[in-house]
C-alpha cells in the first residue's frame, strides 16, 4: 500500500493550496480517507475526512469554510483544497486510510495507512 501525497509549498498568508493523495494497494472508495498534519514541535492533529461512501465530510474547527476534502475514485486519489490559508496552517499534511468506523474517522490513531507527507509553510 503506497498513499503519494503531493501538492505542498511555501505560500504567503491568504494564499491557497490543493494537496492531492494518490493511493495504490488500496482502493479509496473502501476506505474513510483523512488528512492529518503535524506542526513542528506539535503531535499530529486532524484536519478533515471523506466518508467511505463519499457521502460526508468532517472538518476540525478551524478547517471549516476554509478547506474542502474531495475524492475521485476513479483516479484513486483524495484532494485537499485550502484557502485563505494561515500559519497556523503550516505543517506537515499527511494522507491517511482507516476501514474503522466513521465516527471515530477524527482520530489520528484510526488510520491504517499512511503517506509520506507533503510540507505546506504559510508565511505571515
Known amino acids: 500500500v503506497q498513499l503519494q501525497a503531493s501538492g505542498g509549498g511555501l505560500v504567503q498568508a491568504g494564499g491557497y493550496l490543493t494537496l492531492s493523495c494518490a493511493a495504490s494497494?488500496?482502493?479509496?472508495?473502501?476506505?474513510?480517507m483523512g488528512w492529518i498534519r503535524q506542526a513542528p514541535g506539535k503531535e499530529r492533529e486532524f484536519v478533515a475526512a471523506?466518508?467511505?461512501?463519499?457521502?460526508?465530510?468532517y472538518y476540525t474547527e478551524s478547517a471549516k469554510g476554509r478547506f474542502t476534502i474531495s475524492r475521485v475514485n476513479m483516479k484513486n486519489t483524495v484532494y485537499l483544497q485550502m484557502n485563505s490559508l494561515e500559519p497556523e496552517d503550516t505543517g506537515v499534511y499527511y494522507c491517511a486510510a482507516d476501514q474503522g468506523l466513521w465516527n471515530r474517522a477524527a482520530l489520528p490513531s484510526e488510520y491504517e495507512y499512511w503517506g509520506q507527507g507533503t510540507l505546506v509553510t504559510v508565511s505571515s
Open positions: 494497494g488500496l482502493k479509496t472508495s473502501n476506505y474513510n
Open positions: 471523506i466518508r467511505r461512501s463519499g457521502s460526508a465530510t
